[in-house]
């Protein structure tokens, strides 16, 4: 295990006037790696962490870990850094990854601008559980099990393949190519999905949901949505076999999808289709005080 403690001035002008005051900015790094085994699992929990999961081709999990404070003050910055403690172990199978703050009797709380940076390099079929709260994370490649609890927290996610378990307040979520048996359940956090396949089952509450394409491989798609918007873009849409119902809200989609109303009143209305071919998707949307959108063209930014 290596560790360093280095110092960096930034220098930062504050609009409107003409004095310019230093930002010392206190880091302290740690690296470490494990071997990797198999049935091993990483286990992360971020505190104002940045977290950054990819894979390589070595049988071992590679762990940079920067802990930083930032305060016009060096000496606040100094002292309040070694308030940030982190654990970095194996325990049986179990590899844990943990940064969090700790005060000791008598000690003032830290004033200064704190945060976690993690870079970890894993085997692609390496399980993560990742929890992070006031911080981002990115995970890339994985191709095994990957579960994220984040409050607070943005993730994005490309390339994943397995197993996904997302559970998050107060976030975002991006995916790309995420193909699998995928769970979500999110509230006040926007999603936005791309190139999707597998079998999704998505709850939301309050948030805004966009699927911007679909993949050859999706087998079933599952959302149930309360007080939130849910657009769905594709150019097959005719593809695919839908259920859809929202109550005291809206179902927008082209007039060639050819979507039959089962009912159609004031507070419910319900849609089914089914293409003309044996095997196809399902997707069933269900939305309580919001709306829905079917539409075939992907939209620019700022469409939606």
Known sequence: MKLYITIGLLLAAFIGTAQTSKLHVITKRLEKSFPYRDKYELNIEGEKADVLIETWDKPEIAVELELIARHPDRATAEADVEKIRYIAKRIKNKIYLRNYISIKE?????????????????????????????????????????????????????????????????????????????????????????????????????GKLRILSISEGLLDLNINAEKSEVFLFDSQLLEYGYSLTAQHGQIYFPSDLKLEFLKNTEEVKKVTFQPQREYYPNITISVSFGDMHLRKEKPTSGQY
């Open 106 to 206: 008598g000690e003032e709380k830290p004033v200064s601008n704190l945060q976690a940076r993690y870079t970890v390099r894993v085997p692609e079929n390496c399980p993560v559980y990742l929890k992070n709260y006031f911080g981002v994370a990115n995970v890339t490649n994985l191709n095994n099990r990957f579960r994220f609890r984040g409050e607070f927290s943005n993730i994005g996610m490309e390339n994943l393949r397995g197993e996904i378990d997302l559970d998050t307040r107060f976030g975002e979520i991006q995916a790309k190519a995420v193909d699998g048996q995928v769970a979500m359940d999110t509230r006040r956090t926007d999603i936005t999905l791309e190139q999707i396949a597998g079998n999704y089952n998505i709850q939301t509450l309050y």
